[in-house]
Nanobody, 124 residues
């Protein structure tokens, strides 16, 4: 069973950048699509941020991060990344990496395999 593990979170000032990483323990992230989600403070929901497929590395973004965040993957290194730039306080959240191990897509969140999350805090 693949188990995503996130890293790279931290405290950053508004306008700053962070790069999150997701690696799989157990099995490789290939051939699964991988998505990044976030859970804002005090909220229960995890919201889709970005996703990338395995076969053609097609990418998807929620509107609020387009032009600021970039998702990428290195299948040889078994890694998926989320480069975040021009961060603002609304980006403060726990960020989760999730693998589409059932092949049902990023919208069916109950079928995804989740990591434990990494905290991103944007504050001056």
């Amino acid at each position: 069973q693949v188990q995503p593990v996130e890293s790279g979170g931290g405290l950053v000032q508004p306008g700053g950048s962070l790069k999150l990483s997701c690696v799989a323990s157990g099995r490789t992230l290939s051939p699964y699509g991988v998505g990044w989600f976030r859970q804002h403070p005090g909220q229960k929901e995890r919201w889709f941020v970005a996703g990338i497929t395995w076969t053609d590395q097609k990418t998807y973004y929620t509107d609020s991060v387009k032009g600021r965040f970039t998702i990428s993957r290195d299948n040889a290194e078994n890694m998926v990344y989320l480069q975040m730039t021009n961060l603002n306080p609304d980006d403060t959240a726990v960020y989760y990496c999730a693998a589409d191990t059932e092949g049902t897509g990023f919208l069916k969140t109950e079928s995804l395999t989740w990591g434990q999350g990494t905290q991103v805090t944007v504050s001056s």
